[in-house]
């Protein structure tokens, strides 16, 4: 097995992160010093997956804890207000990014009485504990997930939900991960993921990482795929679940969740319980980011479509819950999703 993969750390006081839009040809890791800096990397996809944009923004909120030069309260309070504001402008779907926000103003909340150089002990203590509890929540998930995969099981995924969608492991990956070290995994369909490929890009590079078969197709295989009967199953992760079990990921998962019910076949999600946004009653409500034309309408600056072509670009859709067979979380497996299913994960 490969070493552990976390794509975000915290390192001397650093944010350390790994460049995923230079993946799978280059690994480069950046040294980030400032919160400006974690926000560009999240709004470029240099660090993205819900739950890796939240480990990544809580660590901007602690670089901006370090960063302040104010000495008294009141100017410390309102650098931390500007990164909080900041970082929460940078991907609108992403419910972890909130999450995890939040997290980091409860300790200002908790803690602002204290002298600064405490308070900042106690963010940078909070953002590592985000992140470690991330990856442990992954890892449950991953063993909850494995138990619904049967032997020789033939997996389809979309995007990115591994290892480096979070802070370490993945959901949906992590479940896959977790089924082939028991054994169960014959191969893993892995959806190129237009348009920006974070399933050829990412995914595949995480499967060859870790050994476990697989193959690239182009988003519009899996129809025929499942027709065939060459796909067992479908799982996937989620950048927010509103309260009902309605799932906001990767544009093209809908179109996913269709054939699956279409050919028969079980759609799981996979997300730890910081996905969910018991805010909204339903997924009508869940904001979707609309990211630049040029991300469908160029690849590398060589024009796909001609330039006077109006683009329409959202990074994401919404699956209805009655299309998911089940969630899968780190609290437990809701199936099938339902509003009281998802209410007693947060009363456990
Ligand atoms: O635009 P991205 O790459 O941030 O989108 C990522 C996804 O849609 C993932 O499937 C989702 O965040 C779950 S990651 C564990």
Redesign the pocket.
């Known amino acids: 097995m490969a070493l552990e993969l976390r794509p975000v750390e915290w390192v001397d006081d650093r944010v350390r992160l790994l460049d995923q839009t230079r993946l799978p040809g280059e690994e480069v890791w950046l040294t980030l010093r400032s919160w400006r800096a974690v926000a560009e990397a999240i709004r470029s996809?240099r660090v993205?997956?819900?739950?890796a944009?939240g480990v990544a923004a809580a660590m901007g909120v602690a670089l901006a804890a370090l960063e302040s030069r104010a000495s008294d309260r009141e100017s410390f309070l309102a650098d931390l207000d500007g990164a909080l504001k900041g970082l929460a402008a940078t991907?609108p779907t992403?419910f972890n990014l909130f999450w995890a926000l939040d997290r980091m103003r409860q300790v200002v909340e908790a803690h602002g009485h204290l002298p600064l150089g405490e308070l900042k002990v106690r963010l940078v203590a909070e953002a590592r504990a985000i992140h470690e509890a991330d990856v442990l929540a992954n890892r449950t998930m991953g063993r909850h997930g494995a138990s619904l995969i049967p032997p020789a099981s033939r997996i389809l995924t979309h995007?990115?939900?591994g290892a480096l969608?979070?802070g370490g492991y993945?959901?949906?990956l992590g479940v896959v991960r977790a089924a082939h070290e028991a054994g169960k995994v014959a191969l893993v369909w892995v959806d190129e993921t237009r348009p920006?490929l974070?399933g050829s890009r990412l995914t595949a590079w995480e499967l060859v990482r870790e050994g476990i078969p697989h193959r690239v197709i182009a988003d519009a295989t899996a129809a025929s795929l499942m027709a065939r009967k060459e796909v067992d199953l479908v799982v996937?992760?989620?950048?927010r679940i509103a309260a009902n079990g309605d799932t906001a990921?990767?544009v093209g998962t809908y179109a996913l969740a269709l054939l699956a019910r279409a050919h028969g076949l079980p759609f799981y999600v996979a997300?730890p319980t910081s996905t969910i946004d018991l805010g909204l009653p339903s997924g009508d409500a869940i904001p979707i980011e609309e990211r630049e034309p040029g991300e469908v309408s160029q690849l590398h600056g060589i024009l796909l479509a001609p330039k006077e072509s109006p683009v329409f670009n959202p990074?994401?859709d919404v699956t209805p819950a009655e299309l998911i067979t089940a969630i899968i979380t780190e609290r437990g497996v809701v199936k099938p999703p339902s509003r009281e299913g998802i209410h007693r994960l947060f009363t456990l």
């Open positions: 996809l993205r997956g819900a739950p944009i991907r992403a995007c990115n939900a969608a979070t993945g959901t949906a920006v974070q996937v992760g989620a950048d990921n990767k997300a990074a994401f």
